[in-house]
Protein backbone atom coordinates (compact mmCIF):
# COMPACT_ATOMS: atom_id res chain seq x y z
CA UNK A 1 0.00 0.00 0.00
CA UNK A 2 1.29 3.70 -0.13
CA UNK A 3 2.85 4.92 2.89
CA UNK A 4 0.39 7.84 2.46
CA UNK A 5 -2.76 6.48 2.74
CA UNK A 6 -4.53 5.11 5.74
CA UNK A 7 -4.74 1.22 6.04
CA UNK A 8 -7.93 -0.68 6.79
CA UNK A 9 -7.80 -3.04 9.41
CA UNK A 10 -10.38 -5.71 10.44
CA UNK A 11 -9.99 -6.48 14.29
CA UNK A 12 -12.35 -10.10 14.69
CA UNK A 13 -13.53 -11.58 18.09
CA UNK A 14 -14.37 -15.13 17.35
CA UNK A 15 -17.38 -17.24 18.17
CA UNK A 16 -17.55 -19.69 21.23
CA UNK A 17 -17.85 -23.28 20.52
CA UNK A 18 -18.96 -24.90 23.78
CA UNK A 19 -21.34 -27.06 25.56
CA UNK A 20 -22.15 -23.24 27.32
CA UNK A 21 -21.68 -19.80 27.31
CA UNK A 22 -22.64 -16.48 28.80
CA UNK A 23 -21.87 -13.07 28.93
CA UNK A 24 -20.06 -12.24 32.43
CA UNK A 25 -18.81 -9.15 31.19
CA UNK A 26 -17.08 -10.74 28.38
CA UNK A 27 -15.24 -8.38 25.79
CA UNK A 28 -11.92 -8.84 24.05
CA UNK A 29 -9.94 -6.09 26.12
CA UNK A 30 -6.56 -6.41 24.32
CA UNK A 31 -8.00 -6.29 21.37
CA UNK A 32 -9.87 -3.32 22.05
CA UNK A 33 -6.54 -1.94 23.15
CA UNK A 34 -5.17 -2.44 19.62
CA UNK A 35 -7.85 -1.16 18.09
CA UNK A 36 -7.96 1.64 19.88
CA UNK A 37 -4.29 2.58 19.17
CA UNK A 38 -4.38 1.44 15.60
CA UNK A 39 -7.17 4.65 15.16
CA UNK A 40 -4.69 6.65 17.02
CA UNK A 41 -2.02 6.43 14.34
CA UNK A 42 -4.23 7.28 11.61
CA UNK A 43 -5.54 3.74 10.81
CA UNK A 44 -9.44 3.05 10.08
CA UNK A 45 -10.95 -0.12 12.02
CA UNK A 46 -13.58 -1.83 12.05
CA UNK A 47 -14.18 -4.26 14.95
CA UNK A 48 -16.32 -7.65 14.48
CA UNK A 49 -17.35 -9.05 17.35
CA UNK A 50 -18.92 -12.56 16.79
CA UNK A 51 -20.01 -12.07 20.87
CA UNK A 52 -21.79 -8.93 20.13
CA UNK A 53 -25.37 -9.39 21.73
CA UNK A 54 -25.70 -5.75 20.45
CA UNK A 55 -25.64 -5.89 16.85
CA UNK A 56 -28.22 -4.33 14.82
CA UNK A 57 -28.60 -7.66 12.70
CA UNK A 58 -28.58 -9.81 15.63
CA UNK A 59 -31.24 -7.50 17.49
CA UNK A 60 -33.84 -7.05 13.87
CA UNK A 61 -33.86 -11.08 13.87
CA UNK A 62 -34.59 -11.31 17.91
CA UNK A 63 -37.04 -8.88 17.25
CA UNK A 64 -35.58 -6.83 20.12
CA UNK A 65 -34.42 -3.22 20.38
CA UNK A 66 -32.05 -4.44 23.11
CA UNK A 67 -30.40 -7.96 24.05
CA UNK A 68 -32.06 -9.50 26.72
CA UNK A 69 -30.58 -8.20 29.71
CA UNK A 70 -30.14 -9.94 33.30
CA UNK A 71 -28.22 -8.66 36.48
CA UNK A 72 -25.52 -5.79 36.22
CA UNK A 73 -25.46 -6.05 32.03
CA UNK A 74 -25.29 -9.43 31.93
CA UNK A 75 -26.88 -11.80 29.54
CA UNK A 76 -27.18 -14.88 27.28
CA UNK A 77 -25.64 -15.17 23.84
CA UNK A 78 -27.93 -16.01 21.05
CA UNK A 79 -27.26 -20.14 20.60
CA UNK A 80 -27.06 -22.33 17.92
CA UNK A 81 -26.79 -25.68 18.20
CA UNK A 82 -24.24 -27.50 15.97
CA UNK A 83 -22.68 -31.15 15.82
CA UNK A 84 -20.70 -32.45 18.67
CA UNK A 85 -16.96 -32.81 18.21
CA UNK A 86 -16.30 -36.63 18.19
CA UNK A 87 -13.93 -36.21 21.65
CA UNK A 88 -16.46 -34.96 23.09
CA UNK A 89 -19.66 -37.15 22.01
CA UNK A 90 -20.11 -38.99 25.13
CA UNK A 91 -21.54 -35.60 27.08
CA UNK A 92 -25.38 -35.36 27.51
CA UNK A 93 -25.19 -31.88 26.39
CA UNK A 94 -26.07 -30.17 23.10
CA UNK A 95 -22.99 -28.55 21.80
CA UNK A 96 -23.13 -25.34 20.02
CA UNK A 97 -21.95 -21.92 18.38
CA UNK A 98 -22.60 -19.13 20.72
CA UNK A 99 -22.35 -15.73 19.39
CA UNK A 100 -23.69 -13.67 15.76
CA UNK A 101 -25.38 -16.33 13.54
CA UNK A 102 -22.81 -17.33 10.56
CA UNK A 103 -24.98 -15.66 7.97
CA UNK A 104 -24.85 -12.27 9.88
CA UNK A 105 -20.71 -12.93 9.90
CA UNK A 106 -20.57 -13.45 6.58
CA UNK A 107 -22.81 -10.26 5.11
CA UNK A 108 -20.93 -7.86 7.77
CA UNK A 109 -17.69 -9.22 5.65
CA UNK A 110 -19.44 -8.74 2.22
CA UNK A 111 -20.26 -5.34 3.65
CA UNK A 112 -16.85 -4.30 4.89
CA UNK A 113 -14.34 -2.69 2.38
CA UNK A 114 -11.75 -4.71 1.63
CA UNK A 115 -8.92 -4.80 4.68
CA UNK A 116 -5.15 -4.25 4.45
CA UNK A 117 -5.06 -6.75 7.04
CA UNK A 118 -7.17 -9.03 9.88
CA UNK A 119 -6.46 -9.21 13.03
CA UNK A 120 -8.10 -12.27 15.03
CA UNK A 121 -7.91 -12.63 18.69
CA UNK A 122 -8.58 -16.09 20.74
CA UNK A 123 -9.37 -17.10 24.18
CA UNK A 124 -10.01 -20.97 25.53
CA UNK A 125 -7.65 -23.27 23.59
CA UNK A 126 -10.66 -25.91 23.28
CA UNK A 127 -12.91 -22.80 21.89
CA UNK A 128 -10.43 -23.12 18.42
CA UNK A 129 -12.95 -24.32 16.32
CA UNK A 130 -14.54 -20.48 16.52
CA UNK A 131 -11.09 -19.17 15.65
CA UNK A 132 -10.49 -21.74 12.74
CA UNK A 133 -14.12 -21.05 11.04
CA UNK A 134 -13.40 -17.23 11.18
CA UNK A 135 -10.12 -17.43 9.53
CA UNK A 136 -11.26 -20.21 6.94
CA UNK A 137 -14.68 -17.54 6.36
CA UNK A 138 -12.43 -14.67 6.03
CA UNK A 139 -10.07 -16.13 3.40
CA UNK A 140 -12.97 -17.24 1.47
CA UNK A 141 -13.81 -13.65 1.41
CA UNK A 142 -10.81 -11.94 1.30
CA UNK A 143 -8.35 -14.30 -0.50
CA UNK A 144 -4.47 -12.81 -0.17
CA UNK A 145 -5.14 -10.17 3.11
CA UNK A 146 -2.79 -11.21 5.75
CA UNK A 147 -4.08 -12.68 8.90
CA UNK A 148 -2.84 -12.09 12.51
CA UNK A 149 -3.74 -14.61 14.84
CA UNK A 150 -3.33 -13.35 18.79
CA UNK A 151 -4.75 -14.19 21.84
CA UNK A 152 -4.56 -16.45 24.89
CA UNK A 153 -5.01 -19.76 22.24
CA UNK A 154 -2.22 -18.28 20.36
CA UNK A 155 -0.05 -17.78 23.36
CA UNK A 156 -0.31 -21.34 24.99
CA UNK A 157 -0.57 -23.40 21.28
CA UNK A 158 1.24 -21.67 18.99
CA UNK A 159 2.46 -24.94 17.25
CA UNK A 160 -1.16 -26.43 17.07
CA UNK A 161 -2.63 -22.73 15.80
CA UNK A 162 -0.30 -22.21 13.32
CA UNK A 163 -0.69 -26.08 11.91
CA UNK A 164 -4.84 -26.05 12.42
CA UNK A 165 -5.71 -22.45 11.99
CA UNK A 166 -2.58 -21.14 9.57
CA UNK A 167 -2.69 -17.46 9.93
CA UNK A 168 -0.05 -15.45 8.26
CA UNK A 169 1.51 -14.49 11.45
CA UNK A 170 0.78 -15.26 15.15
CA UNK A 171 1.47 -13.18 17.67
CA UNK A 172 1.80 -14.27 21.92
CA UNK A 173 1.78 -12.41 24.83
CA UNK A 174 0.65 -9.06 24.79
CA UNK A 175 0.16 -8.02 21.17
CA UNK A 176 0.35 -4.06 21.32
CA UNK A 177 4.02 -3.18 19.90
CA UNK A 178 4.14 -6.67 18.29
CA UNK A 179 1.40 -5.82 15.83
CA UNK A 180 2.25 -2.19 15.74
CA UNK A 181 5.65 -3.65 14.48
CA UNK A 182 4.00 -6.27 12.14
CA UNK A 183 1.77 -4.16 10.44
CA UNK A 184 4.45 -1.08 9.94
CA UNK A 185 6.24 -3.71 7.96
CA UNK A 186 3.97 -5.16 6.45
CA UNK A 187 2.00 -2.04 5.27
CA UNK A 188 4.82 0.22 4.83
CA UNK A 189 2.94 2.29 7.83
CA UNK A 190 6.02 3.77 9.84
CA UNK A 191 3.39 6.00 11.95
CA UNK A 192 2.52 2.87 13.98
CA UNK A 193 6.03 3.17 15.67
CA UNK A 194 6.60 6.44 16.12
CA UNK A 195 7.07 7.42 19.74
CA UNK A 196 5.53 4.28 20.78
CA UNK A 197 3.66 4.15 24.42
CA UNK A 198 5.99 2.99 27.34
CA UNK A 199 3.08 2.77 29.71
CA UNK A 200 -0.23 1.41 29.90
CA UNK A 201 -1.58 4.39 30.85
CA UNK A 202 -0.34 5.92 27.77
CA UNK A 203 -2.43 4.21 25.69
CA UNK A 204 -5.44 5.33 24.00
CA UNK A 205 -8.74 3.86 25.84
CA UNK A 206 -9.95 0.31 25.00
CA UNK A 207 -12.12 1.20 21.85
CA UNK A 208 -15.22 0.55 23.05
CA UNK A 209 -17.16 2.71 20.75
CA UNK A 210 -16.79 0.38 18.05
CA UNK A 211 -19.73 -1.28 19.43
CA UNK A 212 -23.70 -0.19 18.35
CA UNK A 213 -24.23 -0.80 22.13
CA UNK A 214 -22.85 -1.61 25.37
CA UNK A 215 -24.33 -2.91 28.71
CA UNK A 216 -21.11 -2.53 30.68
CA UNK A 217 -17.72 -2.18 30.78
CA UNK A 218 -14.11 -3.69 31.73
CA UNK A 219 -10.83 -2.12 33.24
CA UNK A 220 -7.78 -2.83 34.41
CA UNK A 221 -5.56 -1.83 36.90
CA UNK A 222 -2.77 -4.04 36.10
CA UNK A 223 -1.50 -6.59 33.80
CA UNK A 224 -0.26 -10.24 34.27
CA UNK A 225 0.09 -12.07 37.97
CA UNK A 226 2.82 -12.23 40.89
CA UNK A 227 1.33 -15.80 41.82
CA UNK A 228 2.46 -18.84 40.24
CA UNK A 229 -0.74 -21.07 41.04
CA UNK A 230 -0.05 -24.44 39.65
CA UNK A 231 -3.12 -24.46 37.44
CA UNK A 232 -3.14 -21.04 36.08
CA UNK A 233 -1.91 -19.47 32.82
CA UNK A 234 -1.90 -16.38 33.57
CA UNK A 235 2.39 -15.71 33.79
CA UNK A 236 2.78 -17.33 30.73
CA UNK A 237 0.30 -15.14 28.89
CA UNK A 238 2.04 -12.20 30.12
CA UNK A 239 5.14 -12.71 32.62
CA UNK A 240 5.12 -9.33 33.88
CA UNK A 241 2.93 -7.85 36.58
CA UNK A 242 2.63 -4.28 35.28
CA UNK A 243 1.09 -1.65 37.50
CA UNK A 244 -1.35 1.20 35.92
CA UNK A 245 -1.59 4.71 38.51
CA UNK A 246 -4.67 4.81 40.34
CA UNK A 247 -5.52 8.23 39.29
CA UNK A 248 -5.57 7.42 35.96
CA UNK A 249 -7.75 4.08 36.50
CA UNK A 250 -10.38 6.37 38.07
CA UNK A 251 -10.04 8.83 35.04
CA UNK A 252 -10.67 6.06 32.42
CA UNK A 253 -13.82 4.64 34.74
CA UNK A 254 -15.78 8.20 35.12
CA UNK A 255 -14.49 9.43 31.56
CA UNK A 256 -16.02 6.15 29.62
CA UNK A 257 -19.26 5.83 31.90
CA UNK A 258 -20.07 8.82 30.75
CA UNK A 259 -19.48 8.46 28.01
CA UNK A 260 -21.45 5.14 26.99
CA UNK A 261 -23.85 6.01 29.67
CA UNK A 262 -23.46 2.54 31.46
CA UNK A 263 -23.80 2.22 35.31
CA UNK A 264 -21.64 -1.22 35.63
CA UNK A 265 -18.08 -1.82 35.23
CA UNK A 266 -15.86 -5.13 35.83
CA UNK A 267 -12.62 -5.16 36.93
CA UNK A 268 -10.03 -7.28 34.82
CA UNK A 269 -7.21 -7.89 36.36
CA UNK A 270 -5.26 -11.29 38.30
CA UNK A 271 -4.63 -9.61 41.10
CA UNK A 272 -6.46 -6.89 42.19
CA UNK A 273 -6.28 -6.64 45.45
CA UNK A 274 -2.14 -6.94 45.72
CA UNK A 275 -0.53 -3.67 47.25
CA UNK A 276 -3.74 -2.57 48.27
CA UNK A 277 -2.55 0.34 50.17
CA UNK A 278 -1.36 2.21 46.96
CA UNK A 279 -3.80 0.43 44.13
CA UNK A 280 -7.28 -0.60 45.16
CA UNK A 281 -8.09 1.58 48.40
CA UNK A 282 -7.12 4.92 46.71
CA UNK A 283 -9.24 3.97 43.50
CA UNK A 284 -12.27 3.17 45.38
CA UNK A 285 -11.64 6.19 47.42
CA UNK A 286 -11.72 9.03 44.77
CA UNK A 287 -14.56 6.91 42.91
CA UNK A 288 -16.67 7.34 46.28
CA UNK A 289 -15.69 10.72 46.37
CA UNK A 290 -16.96 11.18 42.35
CA UNK A 291 -20.24 10.15 43.62
CA UNK A 292 -21.01 8.45 40.26
CA UNK A 293 -23.49 5.70 40.81
CA UNK A 294 -21.27 2.93 39.44
CA UNK A 295 -21.70 -0.63 39.89
CA UNK A 296 -18.36 -2.75 40.29
CA UNK A 297 -17.88 -6.23 39.78
CA UNK A 298 -14.69 -8.74 40.20
CA UNK A 299 -15.43 -11.49 38.36
CA UNK A 300 -11.88 -13.13 38.78
CA UNK A 301 -11.39 -14.19 42.03
CA UNK A 302 -9.94 -12.43 44.69
CA UNK A 303 -7.01 -12.85 47.15
CA UNK A 304 -9.59 -12.62 50.04
CA UNK A 305 -6.53 -12.44 52.96
CA UNK A 306 -6.42 -8.74 51.72
CA UNK A 307 -9.31 -7.92 52.65
CA UNK A 308 -9.17 -5.67 55.35
CA UNK A 309 -11.53 -3.75 57.52
CA UNK A 310 -10.99 -0.78 55.74
CA UNK A 311 -10.93 -2.07 52.34
CA UNK A 312 -14.02 -4.18 53.23
CA UNK A 313 -15.79 -0.75 53.92
CA UNK A 314 -14.01 1.12 51.27
CA UNK A 315 -15.75 -1.72 48.58
CA UNK A 316 -19.44 -1.30 50.26
CA UNK A 317 -19.41 2.31 49.98
CA UNK A 318 -17.92 2.38 46.47
CA UNK A 319 -20.73 0.43 45.22
CA UNK A 320 -18.75 -3.43 44.30
CA UNK A 321 -21.64 -5.77 44.07
CA UNK A 322 -19.91 -8.39 42.69
CA UNK A 323 -17.42 -10.31 45.07
CA UNK A 324 -15.67 -13.57 44.21
CA UNK A 325 -12.66 -14.29 46.54
CA UNK A 326 -10.51 -17.57 45.83
CA UNK A 327 -10.59 -19.88 48.04
CA UNK A 328 -9.99 -23.23 45.88
CA UNK A 329 -9.44 -25.82 48.63
CA UNK A 330 -9.18 -25.93 52.45
CA UNK A 331 -6.96 -28.65 52.54
CA UNK A 332 -3.64 -27.84 53.94
CA UNK A 333 -1.76 -29.81 51.48
CA UNK A 334 -3.48 -28.29 48.86
CA UNK A 335 -3.17 -24.91 49.71
CA UNK A 336 0.75 -25.71 49.96
CA UNK A 337 0.88 -26.91 46.66
CA UNK A 338 -1.19 -24.93 44.41
CA UNK A 339 -0.77 -21.17 45.66
CA UNK A 340 -1.20 -20.92 49.47
CA UNK A 341 -2.14 -17.67 49.11
CA UNK A 342 -5.19 -18.03 51.30
CA UNK A 343 -6.01 -19.92 54.58
CA UNK A 344 -9.43 -20.78 55.98
CA UNK A 345 -8.91 -18.68 58.51
CA UNK A 346 -7.95 -15.40 56.27
CA UNK A 347 -10.96 -16.43 54.16
CA UNK A 348 -12.97 -16.29 57.51
CA UNK A 349 -11.73 -12.85 58.51
CA UNK A 350 -12.74 -11.62 55.01
CA UNK A 351 -15.89 -12.61 54.90
CA UNK A 352 -15.98 -11.52 58.47
CA UNK A 353 -14.62 -8.20 57.78
CA UNK A 354 -17.18 -8.01 54.44
CA UNK A 355 -20.24 -8.59 56.38
CA UNK A 356 -19.38 -5.76 58.74
CA UNK A 357 -19.07 -3.50 56.28
CA UNK A 358 -22.66 -3.66 55.34
CA UNK A 359 -22.75 -7.00 52.55
CA UNK A 360 -24.80 -10.36 53.32
CA UNK A 361 -22.77 -13.46 53.45
CA UNK A 362 -25.19 -14.20 50.44
CA UNK A 363 -23.49 -10.94 48.22
CA UNK A 364 -20.16 -12.84 48.80
CA UNK A 365 -19.12 -15.87 46.37
CA UNK A 366 -16.17 -18.01 46.56
CA UNK A 367 -14.63 -20.20 43.68
CA UNK A 368 -14.07 -23.99 44.63
CA UNK A 369 -12.04 -25.85 42.29
CA UNK A 370 -12.42 -29.73 41.71
CA UNK A 371 -11.46 -32.49 39.40
CA UNK A 372 -8.10 -31.59 40.08
CA UNK A 373 -4.75 -34.19 39.74
CA UNK A 374 -5.16 -36.78 42.91
CA UNK A 375 -8.21 -34.77 44.68
CA UNK A 376 -10.71 -36.54 46.27
CA UNK A 377 -14.54 -36.36 46.52
CA UNK A 378 -14.21 -35.82 49.99
CA UNK A 379 -11.85 -33.23 49.80
CA UNK A 380 -14.31 -30.80 47.08
CA UNK A 381 -17.18 -31.62 49.77
CA UNK A 382 -14.99 -30.37 52.68
CA UNK A 383 -14.31 -26.86 51.23
CA UNK A 384 -17.92 -26.31 49.95
CA UNK A 385 -19.72 -27.51 53.39
CA UNK A 386 -17.00 -24.93 54.91
CA UNK A 387 -17.98 -22.23 52.66
CA UNK A 388 -21.94 -22.62 53.36
CA UNK A 389 -20.71 -22.50 57.00
CA UNK A 390 -20.03 -18.90 56.45
CA UNK A 391 -23.27 -18.27 54.54
CA UNK A 392 -21.34 -17.35 51.37
CA UNK A 393 -22.30 -18.60 47.49
CA UNK A 394 -20.05 -21.32 46.15
CA UNK A 395 -19.27 -21.22 42.23
CA UNK A 396 -17.64 -24.20 41.37
CA UNK A 397 -14.68 -24.31 39.19
CA UNK A 398 -14.14 -27.62 37.37
CA UNK A 399 -10.42 -28.22 36.52
CA UNK A 400 -9.23 -27.65 33.22
CA UNK A 401 -5.54 -28.54 32.39
CA UNK A 402 -4.21 -25.43 30.55
CA UNK A 403 -0.86 -26.38 28.26
CA UNK A 404 2.40 -24.77 29.92
CA UNK A 405 1.15 -25.32 33.83
CA UNK A 406 2.62 -27.14 36.40
CA UNK A 407 -0.51 -29.28 36.83
CA UNK A 408 -1.49 -30.04 33.05
CA UNK A 409 2.29 -31.85 32.89
CA UNK A 410 1.72 -33.40 36.39
CA UNK A 411 -1.53 -34.96 34.56
CA UNK A 412 0.16 -36.13 32.17
CA UNK A 413 2.92 -37.36 34.13
CA UNK A 414 0.27 -39.38 36.22
CA UNK A 415 -1.31 -40.99 33.32
CA UNK A 416 -4.79 -38.10 33.85
CA UNK A 417 -4.61 -36.46 30.36
CA UNK A 418 -2.67 -37.75 27.10
CA UNK A 419 0.41 -35.81 25.83
CA UNK A 420 -0.54 -35.41 22.63
CA UNK A 421 -4.40 -34.36 23.50
CA UNK A 422 -7.02 -32.35 21.30
CA UNK A 423 -7.39 -29.23 22.79
CA UNK A 424 -10.89 -30.24 22.75
CA UNK A 425 -10.26 -32.42 25.56
CA UNK A 426 -9.64 -29.27 27.90
CA UNK A 427 -13.20 -28.49 27.87
CA UNK A 428 -14.24 -28.03 31.67
CA UNK A 429 -17.58 -29.36 31.09
CA UNK A 430 -16.21 -33.11 30.34
CA UNK A 431 -14.06 -33.46 33.63
CA UNK A 432 -10.86 -33.45 31.38
CA UNK A 433 -8.81 -35.66 33.45
CA UNK A 434 -11.74 -38.68 33.47
CA UNK A 435 -13.73 -37.87 30.27
CA UNK A 436 -16.09 -40.95 31.40
CA UNK A 437 -19.71 -40.47 31.64
CA UNK A 438 -19.25 -41.57 35.32
CA UNK A 439 -16.89 -39.24 35.74
CA UNK A 440 -19.50 -36.55 34.42
CA UNK A 441 -22.72 -37.65 36.57
CA UNK A 442 -20.45 -37.68 39.59
CA UNK A 443 -19.30 -33.83 39.05
CA UNK A 444 -22.73 -32.75 38.08
CA UNK A 445 -23.87 -34.12 41.25
CA UNK A 446 -21.61 -31.91 43.07
CA UNK A 447 -22.84 -29.17 41.14
CA UNK A 448 -26.54 -30.11 41.97
CA UNK A 449 -25.44 -30.57 45.85
CA UNK A 450 -23.89 -27.12 45.63
CA UNK A 451 -27.11 -25.54 44.10
CA UNK A 452 -28.70 -26.68 47.43
CA UNK A 453 -26.34 -25.40 49.63
CA UNK A 454 -26.75 -21.85 47.99
CA UNK A 455 -30.29 -22.05 47.64
CA UNK A 456 -29.91 -22.51 51.90
CA UNK A 457 -27.26 -19.53 52.37
CA UNK A 458 -29.56 -17.59 49.81
CA UNK A 459 -32.44 -18.45 52.47
CA UNK A 460 -30.47 -17.81 55.33
CA UNK A 461 -30.11 -21.14 56.77
CA UNK A 462 -27.19 -22.57 57.69
CA UNK A 463 -26.76 -26.40 58.59
CA UNK A 464 -23.84 -26.10 61.24
CA UNK A 465 -25.34 -23.35 63.46
CA UNK A 466 -26.33 -23.91 66.02
CA UNK A 467 -23.92 -26.34 66.88
CA UNK A 468 -26.94 -28.46 68.27
CA UNK A 469 -28.52 -28.70 64.53
CA UNK A 470 -24.95 -29.64 63.16
CA UNK A 471 -24.15 -32.65 65.44
CA UNK A 472 -28.16 -33.59 64.62
CA UNK A 473 -27.75 -33.51 60.97
CA UNK A 474 -24.13 -35.24 61.00
CA UNK A 475 -25.42 -37.32 63.08
CA UNK A 476 -29.04 -38.32 61.65
CA UNK A 477 -26.53 -38.59 58.23
CA UNK A 478 -24.75 -41.63 59.84
CA UNK A 479 -27.37 -43.14 60.64
CA UNK A 480 -29.64 -42.98 57.66
CA UNK A 481 -26.03 -44.21 56.12
CA UNK A 482 -26.18 -47.13 57.30
CA UNK A 483 -30.34 -47.84 57.09
CA UNK A 484 -29.51 -47.56 53.62
CA UNK A 485 -27.25 -49.61 53.15
CA UNK A 486 -28.52 -51.89 54.97
CA UNK A 487 -31.64 -51.81 53.21
CA UNK A 488 -29.70 -52.17 49.86
CA UNK A 489 -28.27 -55.38 51.22
CA UNK A 490 -31.62 -56.77 51.97
CA UNK A 491 -33.58 -56.49 48.65
CA UNK A 492 -30.57 -56.07 46.15
CA UNK A 493 -30.62 -59.57 45.81
CA UNK A 494 -34.57 -60.02 45.43
CA UNK A 495 -34.59 -57.26 42.76
CA UNK A 496 -31.75 -59.40 40.74
CA UNK A 497 -33.73 -62.82 40.92
CA UNK A 498 -36.99 -60.84 39.93
CA UNK A 499 -35.60 -59.32 36.74
Known amino acids: MNRNSRPFILCINPWIYDFTAYDLWSKPLGLLY ?45 REVIPTPEPLNF ?14 FLAELQASPRPDAILVTSFMTYWYPGVRRVVELCRQHFPGVPIVLGGIYATLLPEHARQVVQPD ?22 ALLEDFPTRLD ?88 ARRPLRLHTPNGLH ?14 AGVKTIRISLESVAAERRRDIHNKITPGEFTRAVQNLTAAGYRARDIETYIIMGLPHQSLEEVVETMLYANSMGVIIRLASFSPIPGTVDYQRAIESGYFPEDADPLLTNKTIIPLFRTMEAYQTFHLLGQFAQVLNEAAFRGISFFKPAEFRRAVFAALERARKWSEEASDKFAPRLLASS
Open 34 to 78: IAAYLESRGCRVKLLDCLDRWHPALLKRQNRTRPKLRRYGTGPYH
Open 91 to 104: IPRRYARYGLPEDI
Open 169 to 190: ALITGPGEEKVARLLADWLNYP
Open 202 to 289: AFPYPAFHLYSGLDYLIVMTSRGCPFRCTFCATYKIDANFTLRDPEAVVAEILQQSRRFRVRDVAFYDDALLLQAEQRIKPILKQLIQ
Open 304 to 317: GRYIDEELARLMFR
